[in-house]
């Protein structure tokens, strides 16, 4: 019988490993480690064919028990309620049985985070830049919806396909706005990372995340544009005080290459009034989203995820995701001899057109300059539900390579 690769230290208890050979992940390589968790490559195995995902493998007894307590019901509980073409599509979860694991099974991302993109290639260009910008912004717009607050929007949390569409991850710090009645509610918790970090944030007082997205969402496009942060890495109270004297300076090199749109665009979000700072339903009419006379629309998929949003909203509030399902600490050869097994674990199966869209799926891993291909290809899964995942090609040109080192997250932030 196959064995699982010990030797990537995966973590798992010899029943748990029987499970993923019956369930066919093949846990290839370890492809990235964060505060809560690893993320390796997996192949999955679908009759004869082969489906390549990433797995994020949490450890709770090494996770701060604030992270376990908090944050990680309401990441799974999202998780599981989210699908939108620009948003990492989840394929399934594993929770150990004590509890003290949970396997997230998701879309990979071939070329890597924005961050590895920026490390390896340099300056976005500011046509790259825009559509990026603004399947992020309907990403945004389909959370803000929902009422949902992502809190943790960064370089290293946009994820990009081979096809060179990008998909919003890491939902660690998100949380719901509302509780089930509906009633609005402020955040008190400082988390993210401080380089976005809002100047709310900073200040330790109760504060609206939606505006503290937007704000990360203008340091973003920054990044991607000018291939450095807009502010120094200082100490909180030093940072504050540049962030409401607005100072910050697009790169003299990049200036010519950028229109008056694309400057304002991110001066607006860059903005330390939050009163003041435009919504997702204000920058999305920006005028930076017009080519050649036409506003830039959303597809098929993504105006459908958001007509669901809008009608479902108060459900999504309201509903929770019962019944744990476990990966059965019992004896491997009691595992092996039932058939039946398959049926107990995967909390969100698959659906078969999402399965059919990844077998084209290349390896994780692509660096240096690449190109995308000129396709009319098209990744689009029809669903009941607005439970996509879209793939369409976008044509850019070379881009020069550059260096920026990032800085290390700071989960809170306090005065």
């Known amino acids: 019988m196959p064995e ?15 499970v993923m ?10 492809i990235g480690e964060g505060a809560t968790g690893k993320v390796y490559l997996v192949n999955h195995s679908e009759g004869t064919h082969k489906i390549q995902m990433a797995c994020k493998i949490i450890h709770t007894q090494h996770a701060p028990k604030e992270i376990v307590a908090k944050f990680l019901p309401r990441e799974l509980d999202i998780l599981q309620k989210l699908e939108h073409p620009n948003i990492v599509h989840i394929y399934c979860i594993f929770k150990g049985v004590h509890g003290d694991k949970f396997l997230i099974f998701m879309r990979v991302a071939e070329l890597g985070d924005l961050l590895d993109y920026v490390l390896g290639n340099g300056e976005v260009p500011e046509m ?62 400082y988390c993210g990372s401080l380089p976005y970090s809002a100047p709310e944030i900073l200040r330790a007082k109760p504060y609206d995340p939606k505006g503290s997205d937007m704000w990360a969402l203008g340091v973003v496009v920054f990044v991607g544009l000018n291939k450095s942060m807009p502010f120094p890495d200082l100490p909180p109270k030093r940072l504050y005080k540049l962030q409401k004297k607005k100072s910050f300076k697009f790169r003299i090199k990049i200036m010519p290459h950028l229109t008056q749109d694309c400057i304002d ?35 098929e998929n993504e105006e ?44 969100k199966k698959p659906h078969q057109s999402t399965l059919n869209a990844l077998r084209q799926a290349s390896y ?52």
């Open 4 to 18: 699982v690769n010990t030797s990537m230290d995966l973590g798992l208890t010899p029943s748990e490993e029987m």
């Open 21 to 30: 050979l019956e369930q066919k992940y093949d846990f290839l390589k370890l």
């Open 128 to 189: 790259v830049m825009k559509c990026w910008t603004f399947q992020l912004v309907l990403a945004l717009e389909y959370l803000h919806t929902l009422e949902i607050a992502h809190r943790d929007l960064k370089c290293e949390n946009i994820l990009i396909t081979k096809n060179y569409n990008i998909k919003l991850a890491d939902f660690g710090f998100s949380r719901f706005m509302v509780d089930k009645t509906g009633k609005r509610a402020l955040s008190s918790t």
């Open 265 to 299: 665009f991110v001066n607006i979000l860059l903005e330390p009034d939050c009163k003041k700072r435009p919504t997702i339903d204000d920058i999305i009419l920006h005028s930076w989203f017009i080519e050649h006379g036409e506003r830039l629309k959303r597809s």
């Open 304 to 347: 459908r995820a958001l007509e669901y949003a809008k009608r479902n909203k108060r459900t999504f509030w309201t509903q929770t995701i019962s019944g744990d399902i476990v990966i059965e600490d019992i004896p491997v050869t009691a595992l092996v001899t039932t058939p039946e097994a398959h049926k107990h674990f995967a909390v």
């Open 364 to 415: 994780f891993g692509r660096r240096g300059s690449p190109r995308p291909e000129v396709s009319d290809k098209k990744e689009l899964v029809q669903d009941p539900t607005p439970r996509a995942v879209q793939e369409e090609p976008l044509i850019h040109s070379e881009i020069s390579r550059g260096k920026l080192v990032p800085t290390e997250p700071v989960p809170i932030v306090e005065e």
